[in-house]
């Protein structure tokens, strides 16, 4: 698939779709449904619908039942679709971009990552769902997740420049500070589930009328929440530091508004799933919106930083007066 230019805006050059940016673009969009229907397989309960692995029932096909389909369709989706897209757009980033490590290395990095994610989806299976091992599958799943996405916007930003050092208005900085931040939301809310304390606090905003309760399960659902509030405006004022930065472009300030919207969506979801006694598709929802912003704010802060480094590099690049 050859990149042609072809005439744009002013000062800048359109470019048709390149193989890695079409692979990379699609390997991240089924990373990210991977999530999605790993949630709708805990939330259903349906983590042993097949109670051995690989095989389902020691068949290739699952039988005719709810709980066995979810799961099984949770395997077909990472082992047919996800597992094929990642090995071939790490061949395609390694083979064809090995001057560019922005885009090599994700690419090489995704590929343990796929083979641990998988393993790990095995031992849940073959330990029958235990909490801590389901924890650290969706923490692997969406650090996968953060991997691919990296891999695609560098792949629409390559070659980037080399540069010794990183400048710029300090954006880039409380951008990847935030995505850390999301990240720990994410593990903190996958504790919860882990040590049974999902449904520990039935009101909210506080938990049972009480800001700091007192019982085991209930301290924990609430230092999540916590946990949300801090995190939460930290990401906030990343979002504010990216929007308003007069030197971001519009894919910037783009992904910061989306990063909003998601965080705010995630919050109400929380709540209506708290209002409305945690059923399943609430739950699922929840965690769907959660992986949103997460999504979003690693785009941004991969855009916020290539950006610092493509300013950067220009400025250094500039001849002296």
């Given amino acids: 698939m050859a990149t042609i230019g072809i005439t744009g805006q002013p000062g800048r050059t359109k470019r048709r779709i390149t193989w890695l940016q079409g692979l990379s673009t699609a390997t991240a969009i089924s990373v990210f449904?991977?999530?999605?229907?790993?949630?709708?397989?805990?939330?259903?309960?349906?983590?042993?619908?097949?109670?051995?692995?690989?095989?389902?029932?020691?068949?290739v096909l699952p039988p005719l039942e709810y709980t066995a389909i979810i799961e099984y369709t949770h395997r077909f989706v990472a082992s047919v679709i996800v597992g094929p897209l990642i090995l071939a757009t790490a061949i395609v980033a390694l083979l064809r971009y090995r001057h560019d490590r922005w885009v090599w290395v994700p690419g090489v990095i995704s590929v343990p990552l796929l083979i641990v994610q998988g393993l790990l989806g095995g031992i849940t299976v073959?330990?029958?769902?235990?909490?801590?091992?389901?924890?650290?599958?969706?923490?692997?799943?969406?650090?996968?997740?953060a991997v691919c996405l990296f891999l695609m916007v560098a792949s629409y930003r390559t070659p980037i420049a080399r540069v010794s050092e990183v400048r710029g208005d300090g954006s880039h900085r409380w951008a990847i500070a935030a995505t850390v931040g999301v990240y720990v939301v994410i593990i903190s809310g996958a504790v919860v589930t882990a040590m049974g304390a999902t449904g520990a606090c039935v009101t909210w905003p506080l938990c049972q009328g009480s800001a700091f309760p007192m019982h085991h399960l209930t301290a924990i659902h609430m230092f999540h929440r916590y946990v949300v509030l801090v995190l939460g405006i930290l990401l906030l004022y990343a979002v504010w530091r990216c929007g308003a930065n007069k030197g971001g472009d519009n894919t910037l300030r783009l992904l910061a508004g989306l990063t909003l919207l998601t965080f705010i969506a995630q919050v109400m979801i929380g709540a209506l799933t708290i209002w409305l006694d945690f059923q399943a598709h609430w739950r699922a929802l929840h965690l769907t919106a959660a992986t949103a912003v997460w999504a979003a704010a690693v785009g941004?802060?991969?855009?916020?930083?290539?950006?610092?480094?493509?300013?950067?590099?220009?400025?250094?690049?500039?001849?002296?007066?």
């Fill in 33 to 59: 449904i991977l999530v999605i229907i790993g949630g709708v397989v805990r939330v259903t309960e349906s983590g042993l619908g097949c109670p051995d692995w690989p095989l389902c029932y020691g068949k």
């Fill in 300 to 321: 941004m802060a991969m855009v916020a930083y290539l950006n610092a480094r493509t300013v950067w590099g220009a400025r250094a690049s500039e001849p002296a007066n």
């Fill in 126 to 145: 073959l330990t029958h769902l235990p909490g801590e091992i389901v924890a650290l599958h969706l923490g692997t799943a969406e650090a996968l997740l």
